[in-house]
C-alpha cells in the first residue's frame, strides 16, 4: 500500500505555515480549523468533492474562523506537487472549478478521473489534519 499521506505531509506543513502564518505567530492556530478539516472528509464521503470543496471556499460569517483557508492549503499543494494541476493557468479561480473542468469530458463527467482527485484531496486533507496539530493554539 502507497503512503502517501506519510509523502504529503513535509510539503503541506510547509504550506500550512505559510497559510496560518499571522496564526501560528499570534500563538497557535486556532481549534476551530481542526474541527472544520475533521469534518471534511465525511462530507466528501457524504456528499461528493466536488459539493464538499463548494461549501469549504464558500465565506461564512456564522463560523468562528475562515474555513476557506484549509482549501487553500489544498490547492497550493495540488498546483505545486501534482502533475494534474501544474500546468493550469488560472490559479486565481475556486478549486471547485478547477477539479470540474479538470473532470468535465463533454457534457459527461470522467468518473475515474474524479475518483483519483477525491482520493487525493482526501489524502492531502489528512495531512493537513495532521499539520494542523503541530501549530494548534494551546
Given at each position: 500500500m502507497e503512503r502517501r499521506v506519510e509523502k504529503y505531509f513535509p510539503k503541506v506543513l510547509e504550506i500550512t505555515r505559510e497559510v496560518f502564518e499571522v496564526e501560528i505567530k499570534d500563538g497557535g492556530i486556532p481549534s476551530e480549523y481542526k474541527g472544520y478539516i475533521s469534518t471534511f472528509g465525511t462530507m466528501v464521503i457524504q456528499n461528493?468533492?466536488?459539493?464538499?470543496?463548494?461549501?469549504?471556499?464558500?465565506?461564512?460569517?456564522?463560523?468562528k474562523e475562515d474555513r476557506v483557508k484549509l482549501i487553500e492549503v489544498i490547492k497550493r499543494f495540488l498546483f505545486q506537487e501534482d502533475e494534474m494541476f501544474k500546468n493550469i493557468k488560472k490559479k486565481n479561480i475556486k478549486l471547485v472549478e478547477i477539479v470540474k473542468d479538470e473532470v468535465k469530458n463533454g457534457n459527461e463527467f470522467d468518473r475515474e478521473k474524479l475518483r483519483i482527485i477525491e482520493e487525493k484531496i482526501i489524502d492531502i486533507s489528512i495531512a493537513l489534519k495532521l499539520s494542523l496539530r503541530t501549530y494548534l493554539k494551546v
Amino acid at each position: 500500500m502507497e503512503r502517501r499521506v506519510e509523502k504529503y505531509f513535509p510539503k503541506v506543513l510547509e504550506i500550512t505555515r505559510e497559510v496560518f502564518e499571522v496564526e501560528i505567530k499570534d500563538g497557535g492556530i486556532p481549534s476551530e480549523y481542526k474541527g472544520y478539516i475533521s469534518t471534511f472528509g465525511t462530507m466528501v464521503i457524504q456528499n461528493g468533492i466536488l459539493p464538499a470543496i463548494a461549501y469549504y471556499e464558500k465565506k461564512d460569517s456564522n463560523t468562528k474562523e475562515d474555513r476557506v483557508k484549509l482549501i487553500e492549503v489544498i490547492k497550493r499543494f495540488l498546483f505545486q506537487e501534482d502533475e494534474m494541476f501544474k500546468n493550469i493557468k488560472k490559479k486565481n479561480i475556486k478549486l471547485v472549478e478547477i477539479v470540474k473542468d479538470e473532470v468535465k469530458n463533454g457534457n459527461e463527467f470522467d468518473r475515474e478521473k474524479l475518483r483519483i482527485i477525491e482520493e487525493k484531496i482526501i489524502d492531502i486533507s489528512i495531512a493537513l489534519k495532521l499539520s494542523l496539530r503541530t501549530y494548534l493554539k494551546v
